[in-house]
Every structure is written in C-alpha cells, then in structure tokens.
C-alpha cells in the first residue's frame, strides 16, 4: 500500500540520495594538475603533457614551456 501511494516521491528521493552518494566522491583534480601559469588543467597524462621545474617545485604546461623558450627564455618560465 505505501509503494503504491508514494511511488513517485520514493523513486525521487532515491535519486537524490544516488546523486549525493556520487557529488561527495571528490572526484575533482587535485590543485596540481593546472598550470600555475595559464592557469589551464594540464591534459591527463600529466607526466606526458607538463614540464617538472625544480628550482620552483612547479609543473607547468607544455605549452607554456614552449612559448618561453620561444620568447628566449631558456630559464625557467615560472621562476623568470
């Protein structure tokens, strides 16, 4: 008798509770996965798509890597 006289309203709240269940999973990027230059997230794989700068402790984008080393900065492009 319940089932039938709530239905629709079960049916919604089960949803609901699906989406929260799946919204607090963190599934977000972590902070150092973007470029602290462009600020742009660095396309996954990250390792194959960044550039480590040691003298700084940042990864930053192949492309900005690039557009440095064009412009004649062969240092690094974070640190300038």
């Known amino acids: 008798a319940h089932r039938k006289q709530?239905?629709?309203a079960c049916k919604q709240r089960a949803a609901e509770l699906k989406d929260e269940?799946?919204?607090c999973?963190?599934?977000?990027r972590p902070e150092g996965d973007f470029c602290p230059i462009c600020t742009?997230?660095?396309p996954l794989p990250t390792?194959?798509?960044?550039v480590f700068?040691?003298?700084c402790m940042q990864t930053?984008?192949?492309?900005?890597?690039?557009?440095?080393?064009?412009?004649?900065?062969?240092?690094c492009a974070f640190c300038r």
């Open 47 to 50: 390792d194959e798509h960044s």
């Open 25 to 28: 999973q963190g599934l977000e």
């Open 60 to 75: 930053i984008c192949v492309g900005c890597s690039v557009a440095a080393k064009k412009r004649g900065m062969f240092d």
């Open 53 to 55: 700068m040691p003298c």
């Open 21 to 23: 269940q799946l919204y």
């Open 40 to 42: 742009l997230p660095i």
């Open 6 to 8: 709530h239905k629709n």
